[in-house]
Each structure stands twice: as C-alpha cells, then as structure tokens.
C-alpha cells in the first residue's frame, strides 16, 4: 500500500524555470492538497482539489498552477521559479464526506531555487 | 475565519516525564474537528491524534491524550512517559466541519533529554 508519494525528493533549479512537483495517491481519495512550509509559517495551503478538474486556490496561490485530470495525481507547477518559492511542499489527502476530515501527507518535497 | 495558535515555540521534557502542549483554535463555527500532527526530523507529517468538537470526551491514543476545553478554545496535547523518539515539532490544526481547509499552528519544537 503506497499511501501518498512525491516526486521529487529534492529538486534545485535556477530562477525562471519551470519546475513541475508530482503527487500521487492510491487511496482514491477525492480531496488532494498542496501546501508549502517555511520557518516561521507553518504550513500554509497553496492549492487543494475536489475532484478531477475541480480545483480551487488557497492562502499562497500566486505563481503556482495545479491541475488535476486523474483522481490519483495532483501535479503542481511553478511557472517561473523565484527565491522566494524555495520551500518544502507537501501534498496531502483526505476522503470526501464530514467524517473524514483527516489529511494524509506525503514525504515531502524540498525545492530550492538559486 | 478560524485561526491557530501555539503559544511555546519551543519546549523540553526529560525522558519518561510528561509535557504538555498549548494550543487554542478560534472559530464560530459549533462543528470543526481539531488534530495535532507530529512532524520528526524526517520532515514526514504524522497523524497523532484527532478530536471532534462535539464529543465531549477527550482523545486518547496510547501516551497521547489531549484535554479539549470547548469554552476556553484550548486544545493541548499532554504525552506521558515520553521517549527519545518523541522529539520532533508538533502542529495542531483545525478544520471546520464540511470545509475543505486545514489550518495550522506554528508549531512547538519538543526536545526529550535523556
């Protein structure tokens, strides 16, 4: 049972890349999330779906794209990386209905952008 | 709005002792669930404990157990007979029943002395 896995690990890249983070789940959950940790932040949503191509915006959306054709995957894009989007990324999900209220980390993905 | 709060930025505890852990979650919402997460050195986001606003007894899972105080908005973690591997940074969250969002505190960092 993989659960929840990211992809990369670790990525550095330069600024003005794109860069692309992977999310995949095989709980068939219907919600996923995407969130980045910073010192001194916590952990601040990014963005979260729903379901397949239903996708909204969370508390640090700018300069990032999700998208989400498949249940299982939920990849995020930075656009055109910046210094200030070097971060840890997590994706999470969590079962659909009041009663499940509980999010499912994945490992973890550590992005630093020069 | 629903906001997070943990008041210890830091805290230590010896090694078979028990510590608490502060938090209180402000909302107007009467239906939310509140949870504590347990982040290790390994940056992995682990589930510890969850509880129900509208239960009114407090969570229990093996030397974890939180102390709810619904009035008060508190929600603290208290770990007994704490063990080496216990150390790592602890987030409490908060999401309000039916909503999407987690909401996370800024986290304690526990340290346990031998």
């Known amino acids: 049972d993989a659960g929840i896995t990211q992809s990369p690990r670790y990525k550095i890249t330069e600024t003005g890349r794109q860069v692309t983070l992977m999310c995949h789940q095989t709980?068939?959950?219907?919600?996923m999330f995407w969130y980045r940790q910073d010192l001194g932040h916590g952990l601040r949503l990014i963005y979260y779906s729903a379901a397949a191509d239903i996708t909204d915006k969370g508390e640090v959306p700018d300069g990032y794209v999700v998208s989400r054709s498949k249940t299982e995957n939920f990849p995020l894009t930075l656009e055109s990386a910046t210094r200030s989007q070097t971060s840890v990324y997590f994706c999470?999900?969590?079962?659909?209905?009041?009663?499940?209220?509980?999010?499912?980390f994945g490992p973890g993905t550590r992005l630093l952008v020069l | 709005a629903q906001t997070v709060t943990q008041s210890q930025p830091e805290m230590s505890v010896q090694e078979a002792e028990t510590v608490t852990l502060s938090c209180t979650y402000d909302t107007s919402e009467s239906d939310y669930y509140l949870f504590w997460y347990k982040q290790p050195p390994s940056r992995q986001m682990i589930l510890v404990i969850r509880?129900?606003?509208?239960?009114?007894q407090n969570a229990t899972e093996n030397r974890f157990s939180v102390n709810f105080q619904k009035a008060a908005k508190s929600f603290s973690l208290k770990i007994s007979d704490s063990q080496l591997g216990d150390a790592a940074m602890y987030f409490c969250?908060?999401?309000?029943?039916?909503?999407?969002?987690?909401?996370f505190g800024k986290g304690t960092k526990l340290t346990v002395n031998p």
């Open positions: 709980w068939s959950h219907s919600y």
């Open positions: 969250a908060g999401a309000q029943g039916g909503s999407e969002k987690l909401v």
């Open positions: 999470a999900s969590r079962g659909t209905g009041r009663g499940t209220p509980t999010q499912y």
């Open positions: 509880q129900e606003a509208y239960k009114q």
